[in-house]
Nanobody, 123 residues
Framework: VQLQASGGGLAQPGGSLTLSCAAS????????IGWFRQAPGQLRGPVSC????????FYTDSVKGRFTISGDTAKNTAYLQMNSLTPDDTAVYYC?????????????????WGQGTLVTVSS
């Protein structure tokens, strides 16, 4: 069982990046999937999650209207499209298996973590 995150890198303010989270060893579509991030000196916190089971899509307030979470069943991969990036989005981003309903109600935890991918937004 593995979650492989990729797609991080350097982006300019106002730019875009798309993060990918490829699952292996299990079918991603059977689980709630989401993204957390940890900025330097800060605690890790949720960014977005999606639950097909509960028909829930969650975004933390600071990314609403800029980030979009999605999944590709055929590729067994989840994505986080990030637009209008700001320096405040600089962080290590982690994909995770979680309970999206719980996360949307403030629970800051996941059931299984992938490794992180670093996003740096700077001019």
């Amino acid at each position: 069982v593995q979650l492989q995150a990729s797609g991080g890198g350097l982006a300019q303010p106002g730019g875009s990046l798309t993060l990918s989270c490829a699952a292996s060893g299990f079918t991603l579509d059977h689980y709630d999937i989401g993204w957390f991030r940890q900025a330097p000196g800060q605690l890790r916190g949720p960014v977005s999650c999606i639950s097909n089971r509960d028909d829930i899509t969650f975004y933390t307030d600071s990314v609403k209207g800029r980030f979009t979470i999605s999944g590709d069943t055929a590729k067994n991969t989840a994505y986080l499209q990030m637009n209008s990036l700001t320096p405040d989005d600089t962080a290590v981003y982690y994909c995770a298996i979680l309970d999206c309903r719980a996360v949307s109600h403030g629970v800051n935890q996941a059931n299984y973590w992938g490794q992180g991918t670093l996003v740096t937004v700077s001019s």
